[in-house]
C-alpha cells in the first residue's frame, strides 16, 4: 500500500552538529521525494526535492539522497543552526495525481 | 501578497453543527488540495481538484465536501461536526498535476469541536 516510514520521530543535536533524518517508500514507482519543514503554528514549506533520476542533491547545509533499489532517502543537514528547529516530512509521490503521501515527521531540535 | 490564504485562521464549534473552510490562491495554479494535520503532526492528503474537476477523494467520511467555484479556490464544508475532526486544515496549490510542481500550503485552519 502506500506508505512512507520515518525516522527518528524525534532528534535533538547540538548547534554545528550535523542532523540525518531516514526515510522508506513502498512503491517503487515514486519517482519525486520532497521535504518539508514545518515551524511551530506555521505552514509546511518545502526546503528541498529529489526526483528518481538523480541519487544526490545539496543546497547549501541542506542535502538528500535517494536509493531507489532500496527504496530509502535521507536528508542531511550539516552545521545545525537553532533556526533549523522544527518538524521535518519527508513525502513521496503516488501516481499521477500528485498525491503526496507524508512521513510521521521528525520533531528536530538544535540546542545552542 | 499571500499566495495562499484560508479563512478562518481558528474555528472553534459543537459537535453536530455545519461549518465551511475556504481557500484562495492567487498563484495562477491548475490544482489545489486539502490535507488534515492531526494531533500528533501528522499529514494526510484528503482531497485534490485540477481545474475544478476533483481528482483524488481519499478515504473521507462523506460528510466532508469540497467545492471548487473556480481555479483558484478550493472550499470544504463539513457536516455534522464530530469530535475527531478537530485537527488542523491545510489548503494547498501547485502548477499541475505533474508530480514535481512544488505544494504551497495556507497557513491552515485550526478546527476544535467542542
Known amino acids: 500500500g502506500e506508505n512512507v516510514e520515518q525516522h527518528p520521530s524525534t532528534l535533538s543535536v547540538q548547534e554545528g552538529d550535523s542532523a540525518v533524518i531516514k526515510c522508506t517508500y513502498s512503491?517503487?514507482?515514486?519517482?519525486?521525494f520532497p521535504w518539508y519543514k514545518q515551524e511551530l503554528g506555521k505552514r509546511p514549506q518545502l526546503i528541498i526535492d529529489?526526483?528518481?533520476?538523480?541519487g544526490e542533491k545539496k543546497d547549501q547545509r541542506i542535502a538528500v539522497t535517494l536509493n531507489k533499489t532500496a527504496k530509502h532517502f535521507s536528508l542531511h543537514i550539516t552545521e545545525t543552526q537553532p533556526e533549523d528547529s522544527a518538524v521535518y516530512f519527508c513525502?513521496?509521490?503516488?501516481?499521477?495525481?500528485?498525491?503526496?503521501?507524508f512521513g510521521q515527521g521528525t520533531e528536530l531540535s538544535v540546542k545552542p | 501578497d499571500t499566495a495562499v490564504s484560508q479563512t478562518p485562521k481558528y474555528l472553534v464549534t459543537q459537535m453536530g453543527n455545519d461549518k465551511s473552510i475556504k481557500c484562495e490562491q492567487n498563484?495562477?495554479?491548475?490544482?489545489m488540495y486539502w490535507y488534515k494535520q492531526d494531533s500528533k503532526k501528522f499529514l494526510k492528503i484528503m482531497f485534490s481538484?485540477?481545474?475544478?474537476?476533483?481528482?483524488i477523494n481519499e478515504t473521507v467520511p462523506n460528510r466532508f465536501s469540497p467545492k471548487s467555484p473556480d481555479k483558484a479556490h478550493l472550499n470544504l464544508h463539513i457536516n455534522s461536526l464530530e469530535l475527531g475532526d478537530s485537527a488542523v486544515y491545510f489548503c494547498?496549490?501547485?502548477?499541475?498535476?505533474?508530480?514535481?510542481?512544488?505544494?504551497?500550503f495556507g497557513p491552515g485552519t485550526r478546527l476544535t469541536v467542542t
Open positions: 494547498a496549490s501547485s502548477q499541475s498535476l505533474a508530480i514535481h510542481y512544488e505544494q504551497y
Open positions: 513525502a513521496a509521490v503516488y501516481n499521477q495525481g500528485g498525491k503526496l503521501i
Open positions: 498563484l495562477g495554479h491548475d490544482t
Open positions: 512503491d517503487s514507482a515514486s519517482n519525486y
Open positions: 481538484y485540477n481545474n475544478k474537476e476533483l481528482i
Open positions: 529529489i526526483r528518481s533520476n538523480v
